[in-house]
Nanobody, 124 residues
């Protein structure tokens, strides 16, 4: 397992950009699929993005495609989520997560490590 710590959340206006960071510790980071999820009040946790370790590819939820970009730096054990053209509906707590699997990365139950979350608020 890895330990995760997010940072970079805050209050921004619609159309602004924000970059979230996730610092990881643990020996297996390079062999983990890294994901970002978010949860808004009263809503279920939603898949945002994943960087799949087995293929080196990335995937995104439909609501963020074309606006958000996930990246990882295995040497630094860091994962980033660059969020552009933010909308009020992007307001949520954003979580970084790690999965030892290279499949079903949309499924939060496949992740066995989670950060504490960072709040992103987008005002209109």
């Amino acid at each position: 397992q890895v330990q995760l710590q997010e940072s970079g959340g805050g209050l921004v206006q619609a159309g602004d950009s924000l970059r979230l960071s996730c610092a990881a510790s643990g020996r297996t980071f390079g062999r983990n699929t890294m994901g970002w999820f978010r949860q808004a009040p009263g809503k279920e946790r939603e898949f945002v993005a994943a960087a799949i370790w087995s293929t080196g590819s990335t995937d995104y939820g439909d609501s963020v495609k074309g606006r958000f970009t996930i990246s990882r730096d295995n040497a630094k054990k860091m994962v980033y989520l660059q969020m552009n053209s933010l909308k009020p509906e992007d307001t949520a707590v954003y979580y970084c997560a790690a999965s030892p699997y290279g499949s079903r990365w949309h499924d939060s139950s496949m992740y066995n490590s989670w950060g504490q979350g960072t709040q992103v608020t987008v005002s209109s």
